[in-house]
């Protein structure tokens, strides 16, 4: 994970627009919003502070 936030803090800091495709919330804090695409084909946009877990995301065991 320190490679992880040192990649976005570096990425973040030459002010060029990032996306990221991922399902982990460790990376959130480095987002301003999630584009959220559902099973049906619909997607919400959220700041990235008010995102929850989806209720019918595939849940892993781990």
């Known amino acids: 994970m320190a490679n992880e936030d040192r990649l976005y803090t570096l990425l973040a800091a030459t002010g060029i ?7 982990r919330a460790s990376i959130r804090h480095f987002h301003r919003q999630v584009l959220d695409f559902r099973s049906d084909g619909s997607w919400t946009l959220h700041g990235a502070g008010s995102v929850r877990r989806r209720t019918d995301a595939p849940r892993v065991a781990s």
């Open 17 to 23: 627009t990032l996306v990221s495709v991922a399902h």
